[in-house]
């Protein structure tokens, strides 16, 4: 670059960052390798013990690289609430950790298993599905803003992969995502792997619809300028059910319904998650690879860089002299 | 249109209620009404999601057993204790603690009588690996000789507890993940009926366990009661009337068990005044 280029005052639209999911197999390779990476995403439950090992490797990554905190048993979507002990955990990590996103997702696992009063409540440990009504989406929202007043901050919600789908609704996903974000200010992490494998079970159920067009139009229902991270993933056919497995490489299809989400999005913080059968580390840093390289390949949609996305970041990678993560939300 | 909390109650009971049970059954032939696609296939990999969840926590908290007991056992006893005994938190890693309870009345693994305190063992050292950081302080000591014995105590390490059992259960469990003593030396012990009383502890972020004697466990026993160092030191030398506290605290310094002396609240005690 001579000097007389000026120095962008953003950066490019299609470059976004991208991370990987640090799980248990990679702690030491990825703390030794250092790979270059804008940021490491891990589930905020397991490290919710007070103290010892699990903590204490995170601390180490947290002082290399940015941490996406993603949550997978908040349970935002119950009715019977949040669980106290469980939003505690998470406000001491976020304490801890100061993660550059929070995230958990439009689901629910928390309930009663009979109307007796004085039966406890029980946590299924899975991602269940909710409905897509009015009173859910009431639900959801005070849930949400519960947790948001207690973390002092915007938390981000995922769609899901779903192997229900409930008979009552009065809205559409997007449409019920987008009434979220509108009433609560939380962000969206769109999981582009969640949304065609329920275009896919969709077919399997007896849907007419393409899974790539309906997998688009969902996109393009989504506000662009409320999310904040995009997550990628393999999954696996089992012939009468497709499984969101996170357990192989991103799919073609996906790849390009990433690059639409991009060009739509703009260069949205991008995470490859592998989460089963868990591959070497240089195949992860290679789907990253692929990721950033994809994006640069997406079809060019101007999308004003507002909100979250206006980071104004320089082009020099955080990793290399961190001490603190970037936040999403620097003035313009 | 019925209620969310009735939809969610109905999913989550044909999740999790027995298999086969009649309350699951009712649970998803009412589910059935509720969603637009048949639920088997759904729900089956739903639950498949959870039976192989529960596997991998209970093998993660109980390598031992698991180890003992083959995966195809470990992983039928972890599904029944997910259906018997479901996660009431979103921590998985706090999931598994009736596993105890359920050995010993397992009926199959009667000829196995010490796996439940095995068990209880590894319980104690998933606990303790988590357990909130604290650390040494080696000037606290000086407490032990400038202020009436009365008034202190001792601060234990993260985790630490004490498991008394009719069998070799430190052994078992130190054979099997550090290899000391052998495989061997512990079956040797099995057959033999040596009980143990198993100290588990966190050194620095390793959770250990060591077999006890007597006046030792009392002794932790007493400080885990939040007793002051004398009644807890009389506890010692009432189980072994030849304890030497010296010798010991030595050893447990150097252990990382102990981590300093402090003021001991007289009022915090729930057994000495």
């Known amino acids: 670059m001579n000097a007389a280029t000026p120095m962008p005052a953003f950066r490019p639209l299609r470059d976004p960052d991208v991370g990987i999911g640090w799980r248990h197999p990679h702690y030491g390779a990825l703390l030794e390798q250092r790979p270059a990476l804008d940021f490491i995403e891990v589930h905020s439950e397991n490290f919710f013990a007070p103290g010892g090992a699990a903590l204490a490797v995170l601390r180490e990554g947290r002082a290399l690289y940015p941490v996406s905190l993603h949550g997978v048993g908040l349970s935002l979507g119950s009715a019977c ?48 599905p909710i409905p897509f009504t009015r009173e859910a989406l009431d639900v959801l929202c005070a849930n949400v803003q519960q947790v948001q007043e207690r973390l002092r901050r915007p938390i981000a919600v995922e769609n899901l992969s779903a192997y229900l789908r409930w008979r009552d609704a009065d809205l559409t996903e997007p449409e019920f995502l987008t009434e979220l974000t509108r009433r609560t200010g939380c962000q969206l992490l769109v999981d582009v792997n969640n949304i065609f494998v329920n275009a896919l079970n969709e077919r399997l159920w007896g849907g007419s619809t393409d899974p790539l067009d309906a997998c688009r139009a969902w996109l393009d229902a989504i506000p662009a300028d409320r999310v904040a991270e995009i997550h990628l993933a393999g999954h696996i056919h089992c012939g009468d059910i497709v499984i969101d497995d996170h357990g192989s490489r991103v799919c073609p299809e996906v790849w390009s319904l990433y690059r639409h989400a991009i060009g739509r999005f703009g260069a949205v913080p991008t995470l490859i998650e592998w989460d089963t059968d868990v591959p070497p580390l240089a195949v992860l840093l290679d789907e990253a690879a692929r990721a950033r390289s994809a994006a640069q390949r997406a079809p060019h949609t101007p999308v004003a860089p507002t909100g979250p996305l206006a980071t104004g970041a320089a082009p020099d990678r955080p990793w290399q002299n961190h001490t603190a993560a970037p936040s999403m939300e620097l003035a313009p | 249109m019925i209620t969310l909390a009735l939809q969610q109650q109905t999913l989550l009971g044909a999740l999790l209620l027995g298999p086969g049970s009649l309350a699951a059954r009712d649970a998803q032939a009412q589910l059935e009404g509720l969603v637009l696609s048949p639920s088997a296939r759904g729900l089956a990999a739903y639950r498949a999601n959870g039976h192989a969840l529960a596997e991998r926590a209970l093998a993660a908290a109980y390598p031992v057993v698991a180890a003992m007991v083959g995966p195809d056992c470990l992983n039928a006893l972890a599904r029944t204790l997910w259906h018997g005994h479901p996660s009431q938190h979103g921590d998985i890693a706090r999931w598994g603690g009736e596993l105890p309870a359920l050995l010993a009345l397992e ?10 305190d095995v068990a209880r063992v590894e319980w104690a050292l998933h606990r303790a690996a988590g357990a909130p950081d604290a650390n040494a302080d080696p000037p606290s000591f000086a407490l032990l000789t400038q202020q009436d014995p009365g008034a202190v105590t001792l601060r234990l390490a993260p985790g630490t507890a004490v498991i008394r059992s009719a069998w070799p259960v430190a052994s078992l469990v130190n054979a099997h993940l550090r290899g000391e003593p052998t495989l061997s030396e512990a079956a040797d012990r099995l057959r033999d009926r040596e009980a143990e009383q198993a100290l588990v502890w966190r050194r620095a972020l390793r959770a250990e366990v060591r077999p006890c004697e007597a006046g030792e466990a009392a002794l932790v026993d007493a400080l885990l009661n939040r007793q002051g160092l004398v009644p807890a030191l009389d506890a010692a030398l009432a189980a072994d009337p030849g304890f030497d506290f010296s010798a010991w605290l030595a050893q447990a310094v150097g252990d990382g068990l102990v981590l300093g002396a402090c003021p001991h609240d007289h009022h915090a005690t729930a057994i000495h005044p």
Not at chain 1, 107 to 117: E, I, M
């Open chain 1, 81 to 128: 609430g949040v669980d106290a002990w469980h939003l505690d955990q998470l406000a001491r990590l976020v304490e801890v950790i100061d993660p550059v996103r929070v995230s958990d997702h439009a689901s629910f696992a928390r309930g009663a298993l009979d109307t007796n009063p004085g039966s406890g409540l029980v946590h299924g440990a899975d991602l269940l």
């Open chain 2, 107 to 116: 009926a199959q693994l009667a000829e196995f009588p010490y796996l439940a």
